[in-house]
């Protein structure tokens, strides 16, 4: 089964219930699809799991991220453990999803990374899962690498 980590701040975020399920709705998604999922709130949330040591938390994303087929990023709120998941994807040639809400200004350097395979700007949630839905719909794991014309 085709393993996917779902990426998203845990830290200082504006509305952490429904950012959590935002990310709760994409691991269901995947799921219903076939897709494995695996959503880092759920093991090791930062006020739902405080006794889990910082390095415990490091070494245990890392391992889901760089074992993963393919990553769907959260970029609706600033995270360093974000950027640093993208990095682990970029350097095990994992392909990666973006999702933003439209008008969001998002750096140059992440949408610059050489295996994101689309951008999906949303309305609101439904929207999102919704473009999510169509371009899981066209990825395969075998040759994960969308053809440009996909890219959102």
């Known amino acids: 089964m085709y393993k996917i980590y779902v990426s998203g ?3 200082n975020v504006e509305n952490p219930t429904e950012t959590k399920a ?3 709705k994409i691991g269901f998604l995947c799921e219903e699809i076939g897709l494995q999922a695996y959503v880092p709130h759920k ?3 930062p006020v739902n799991n405080p006794d889990i040591s910082p390095r415990e938390v490091f070494e245990q994303d890392k391992y889901q991220v760089s074992n993963s087929h393919l990553v769907i990023a959260y970029l609706g709120s600033l995270s360093f453990g974000v950027g640093m998941e993208l990095a682990f994807a970029e350097t095990n040639n994992i392909p990666i999803i973006f999702l933003y809400q439209t008008g969001k200004k998002i750096s140059r350097f992440p949408r610059g990374i050489p295996t ?3 951008e999906i700007q949303f309305h609101d949630h439904e929207d999102a899962l ?3 839905k169509n371009i899981l719909a066209k990825w395969n794991p075998e040759h994960p690498q969308l053809p440009l014309s996909a890219r959102q």
């Open 43 to 45: 093991q090791t949330d």
């Open 9 to 11: 701040a845990l830290t």
């Open 116 to 118: 994101v395979i689309a």
């Open 130 to 132: 919704n473009q999510l």
């Open 22 to 24: 935002l990310y709760e």
